[in-house]
């Protein structure tokens, strides 16, 4: 059964910048499409974007690419996100997703970590 813990999430400023990681067990990690999706209260989950499975391709929801970086380290089964520029409206739960192929849509990903809180105010 694959596992998914995210951690790095927190409280900033408007401007600042957080980085999420995603550690990744019980799975063989380089055969999983991995992604990040973010839900705000009274909306609906929302993709952020998706890494294939080598790493070489990586693709975001266009409104992020500016600001975001994602990045997966296949050695030490981990997936990153890099936030820079943090605006108020990126406040949401961040959730890692791993999954057989890349996907924008939440259902193509089997599994789930528990999300990690950011919370962008001044």
């Known amino acids: 059964q694959v596992q998914l813990v995210e951690s790095g999430g927190g409280l900033v400023q408007p401007g600042e910048s957080l980085r999420l990681s995603c550690a990744v067990s019980?799975?063989?990690?380089?055969?999983?499409?991995l992604a990040w999706f973010r839900q705000s209260p009274g909306k609906d989950r929302e993709f952020v974007v998706a890494i294939a499975k080598n790493g070489g391709n990586v693709y975001y929801k266009e409104s992020m690419k500016a600001r975001f970086i994602a990045s997966r380290d296949n050695a030490r089964n981990m997936v990153d996100l890099q936030m820079n520029s943090l605006k108020p409206e990126d406040t949401a739960v961040y959730y890692c997703?791993?999954?057989?192929?890349?996907?924008?849509?939440?259902?193509?990903?089997?599994?789930w970590g528990q999300g990690t809180q950011v919370t962008v105010s001044s």
């Open positions: 997703a791993a999954g057989q192929s890349i996907a924008e849509v939440s259902e193509e990903y089997n599994y």
């Open positions: 019980g799975g063989t990690f380089r055969t999983l499409a």
